[in-house]
Antibody, heavy 123, light 107 residues
């Protein structure tokens, strides 16, 4: 069974950073890309970026460049996202989601999702 | 970025009914469109990709159609477990973008 297990909810101060994890199981980690998606009441679903763990390559939505940093650890089948200089606009639920590695546009079709991690930015 | 406009924003239908959800792209996306279902308190799950291809394990009462800028998701014989919010996503143009969702309830 494919499973993406995300780390827990976070309450963080404005200006701080937070790093969340997404542990993959049930499939070969390096055969897939890992995406991160933000869900907030005001903005709906937003694609943040993706990492290809096999070659450690990342690509980001321009909107999240400088805000999000994606990494992956092949030895533990875990992807990470760090969000920096947090503001109230970053309060949201964040999902990791995988997609097959392909040169086709369907590279961005996400066929399995983590359970989500809520980040609340508050003093 | 391509804007994805979904309609209606919410929908109430009876069990056994057929419902249609529409998604309009701000430009041609050449059928590079997916539909996701998000049940209350859960994460999104892939239903349809390439506008009309059913993801493995998804009931056949779900179907997708469309081309160009106009796409739709059809649910036949509505079941209670179909209560959810449905999102479309385009992936023809970078960055991929989502519609704002259609919330489906049972009458």
């Amino acid at each position: 069974e494919v499973k993406l297990q995300q780390s827990g909810d976070e309450l963080v101060r404005p200006g701080a950073s937070v790093k969340m994890s997404c542990k993959a199981s049930g499939y070969t980690f390096t055969d897939y890309a890992m995406h991160w998606v933000k869900q907030s009441p005001g903005q709906g679903l937003e694609w943040i970026g993706t990492i290809i763990p096999l070659i450690d390559t990342t690509s980001y939505n321009q909107k999240f460049k400088g805000k999000a940093t994606l990494t992956a650890d092949k030895s533990s089948n875990t992807a990470y996202m760090e969000l920096s200089r947090l503001t109230s606009e970053d309060s949201a639920v964040y999902y990791c989601a995988r997609s097959p590695i392909t040169i086709a546009a369907s590279y961005y079709v996400m066929d399995a999702w983590g359970q989500g991690a809520s980040v609340t930015v508050s003093s | 970025d391509i804007r994805m406009t979904q309609s209606p924003a919410s929908l109430s239908a009876s069990l056994g009914e057929t419902v249609n959800i529409e998604c309009l792209a701000s430009e041609d996306i050449y059928s590079d469109l997916a539909w996701y279902q998000q049940k209350p308190g859960k994460s999104p799950q892939l239903l349809i990709y390439n506008a009309n291809s059913l993801q493995n394990g998804v009931p056949s009462r779900f179907s997708g159609s469309g081309s160009g800028t106009q796409y739709s998701l059809k649910i036949n014989s509505l079941q209670s477990e179909d209560v959810a919010t449905y999102f479309c996503q385009q992936y023809n143009n970078y960055p991929p973008t989502f519609g704002s969702g259609t919330k489906l309830e049972i009458k």
